[in-house]
């Protein structure tokens, strides 16, 4: 058995509900946590009943574990990029995460059982909130993606389009040929570097502006309102952004520096795509 770097909730593979239910009163919700209980502690936990589904389930596990780990591979960039603050997670546990400088959905998947346990003030209930959604994520997508939505529609709905005066004109032209852009590439400042709220940088990557230039380049062509919850408030919000980035540059964040993923998964075998 190779080292996991993935969690795979119960809830997201094929168990029966008595089982789970019998794994979840001892405290047991991801098929990580599963692989390290001892047979005889099984057999007390969900009785003779049941001990063959675990194991069978048991010796599915590196199937599973591979497939989760195509489908982290496979989550978009621009997904990755969003912050955690998209996520339905308790105040207490988003804290937990920031404190520990999980900022964004890329750094959230790759957190494995091991490195959350680690963490100092993280209780049971907080790493189970932390297992269950990397793994809910991982395992679908689209209905992360739906949920999303389904979100920003509340929250535009919720906000009147009126509240603030629009700006009249379609596009705006920004300078940014001054002498302190000469050799900085801006493609590669990412939304976080302006002054702009979470819900305006995810609203922007779901149109797919992820960085300075090509939001920029957008709103001195189009209209910023023709973007999907853009309403003039945020159209305001972002414009003021970009006149304040382009006179005095990036501003200064928390966010962790990036690094190699050093554990190297090992490739499974084609023939297991057909359980994506």
């Keep these: 058995m190779y080292k996991r770097t993935v969690i795979i909730h119960l809830n997201d593979i094929d168990v029966s509900s008595s089982v789970k239910n019998a794994l979840f009163n001892a405290d047991i919700f991801t098929l990580n946590e599963l692989e390290s209980i001892r047979q005889s502690k099984l057999l007390r936990i969900v009785g003779n009943q049941y001990l063959q589904e675990v194991n069978n389930l048991l010796a599915d596990a590196d199937i599973l574990f591979a497939v989760f780990e195509i489908k982290r591979e496979r989550l978009s960039d621009w997904?990755?990029?969003?912050?955690?603050?998209?996520?339905?997670?308790?105040?207490?546990?988003?804290?937990?995460?920031?404190?520990n400088h999980v900022l964004c959905l890329g750094d959230f998947v790759n957190l494995s059982l091991s490195e959350i346990s680690g963490w100092?003030?993280?209780?049971?209930?907080?790493?189970?909130?932390?297992?269950?959604a990397i793994s809910a994520l991982v395992a679908n997508q689209e209905a992360f993606l739906?949920?999303?939505?389904?979100?920003?529609?509340?929250?535009?709905?919720d906000s009147s389009p009126d509240e603030a005066a629009g700006i009249d004109?379609?596009?705006?032209?920004?300078?940014?040929?001054?002498?302190?852009?000469?050799?900085?590439?801006?493609?590669?400042?990412?939304?976080?570097?302006?002054n702009l709220s979470i819900r305006a940088c995810n609203i922007l990557?779901?149109?797919?502006i992820s960085n300075a230039k090509d939001l920029i380049?957008?709103?001195?062509?189009?209209?910023?309102?023709?973007?999907?919850n853009i309403g003039p408030a945020m159209e305001r919000e972002i414009i003021d952004a970009i006149?304040?980035?382009?006179?005095?540059?990036?501003?200064e964040t928390e966010e962790s520096v990036e690094t190699e993923e050093s554990?190297?998964?090992a490739i499974p075998p084609q023939d297991l795509i057909e359980f994506l």
């Design 205 to 208: 990557y779901r149109a797919r």
């Design 79 to 99: 997904v990755k990029a969003l912050s955690v603050d998209t996520l339905r997670l308790s105040g207490r546990t988003l804290n937990l995460l920031k404190a």
């Design 146 to 157: 739906t949920s999303l939505e389904q979100q920003e529609h509340a929250d535009s709905a």
């Design 217 to 228: 380049d957008f709103a001195s062509k189009r209209d910023l309102k023709t973007i999907r």
């Design 263 to 265: 554990v190297k998964t």
């Design 169 to 194: 004109n379609q596009s705006v032209s920004f300078d940014h040929s001054g002498s302190q852009f000469i050799g900085l590439n801006l493609s590669a400042i990412p939304l976080t570097k302006l």
């Design 243 to 251: 006149q304040q980035f382009l006179s005095e540059g990036p501003i």
């Design 120 to 132: 100092r003030f993280v209780g049971v209930k907080a790493k189970t909130e932390i297992s269950s």
